[in-house]
């Protein structure tokens, strides 16, 4: 009897299991792969306990001690996580599925390279937005393009070009949030990616730009649909300023900037290891440490380069499967590991305390969306099958102030 839905479901679920998945999601992703994960995230929301004050019922005076102590009080909030939603479906034609009856590894080695794509896709949407913040934003514009049809777009840091794929339909506007959408000719407000360029920083899209086109130097590139809904990264939780009194996840943290929205400093003429050494005695001062540098592999390399015999590798275990190469330099209060990560932004060295920081999930970070039990569905437009992967979670650290965001203009 040949294979139905049913059981070509069951292959599936049999070769996609959830050691393959996850092998396929962290193993080229180091901070994605070390992060604690806490996979129960359920409910409306999480709040996340922070404190960042203690009672100040002190003085060397009983009095004034008395006074304050019935004054104050330990300063304490919550971080009301929310949950981010992320999808990637794979499609198969149902000529194939057809012609593949009664032969399951015929039709998983058909349908292996979709589910695949599918899955490397969402691992990179949910890799890229642990570095960055919820606006979603992947790069910037250099320069206003030339006229040209098919045109290109000079990305104003060119490593971000590693955020781009063939295929993918991106918008442009002149902000994070709010701002206006950009325009090739006028009209046209969305674009086919039809080439990247990957030594140069470029990309090229299909349609035409004009003299009646309204992009400019430092807007920002979206994939269509995601602007606003990004996870919620490192740089919000360590943003590149200091954060002011709106709201986030439910907390103004503008009344103690550093234990509740990290520290920052600006790396710009420093060498990479007077940065790093900077950056660890500014998070010491505050009485905190950091035991992780993350970094775009250019910066490693510098490291590396300027360590120079000096260089000690150090590997580390994600799991039983995964581990990673990194850098150890000396800190005031332990080695600290540096790692690449062609995920962080080249400008951006991030400072971590690891034990502090999870990936919360409905479920796997990455896992099937199924409906009726079945991770296989039959498309109800086209003759065809589909398979859905989806993210539901956030991330979140329960010490800000143990972080440091180095930045490089």
Known sequence: ???????????????????????????????????????????????IPIIYGNPQGRSKTFGNAKTRGAATSTKVDDFVLTRVKDYSIATIDNETLEASKGDANAFMTAFSTEVDGAINSLTRSIAIGVFRDSSAAIGQVLATPSNASPWVITLKQSSDVTNFELQQVINIWSAKSGGTQRSSDGSDTSWVVVAVDRDAGTITLDGTYSGSGTIAANDYIFIEGDRGLGISGLSDWIPDSAPGSTLFFGVNRSVDVTRLGGLRMDGTGLPIEEALIE???????????????????????????????????????????????????????????CLADFNCPYDHIYGLAMEYWKLYSLGKAVRPVPSDGL??????????????????????????GSNIVITYS
């Open 1 to 47: 009897m040949g294979l139905d839905l049913t059981s070509f479901d069951a292959a599936l679920k049999q070769h996609y299991t959830n050691d393959r998945v996850e092998d396929m999601v962290y193993k080229r992703n180091p901070f994605l792969a070390l992060l604690t994960k806490m996979e129960q995230f359920g409910g409306k929301n999480l709040p």
């Open 279 to 337: 950056g660890d005695a500014k998070v010491n001062r505050e009485g905190f440490y950091i035991d992780h540098y993350f970094m775009n592999p250019k910066k490693l390399a510098d490291l590396k380069k300027a360590l120079g015999t000096k260089v000690q590798y150090v590997t580390l275990q994600a799991n039983a499967r995964i581990s990673f190469t990194g850098v150890m330099v000396d800190g005031d209060k332990g080695p600290i590991t």
């Open 375 to 400: 991770d296989m569905l039959r498309q109800d437009t086209a003759d065809g099958v589909e398979v859905r992967y989806g993210f539901y979670g956030n991330l979140a650290t329960r010490a800000p």
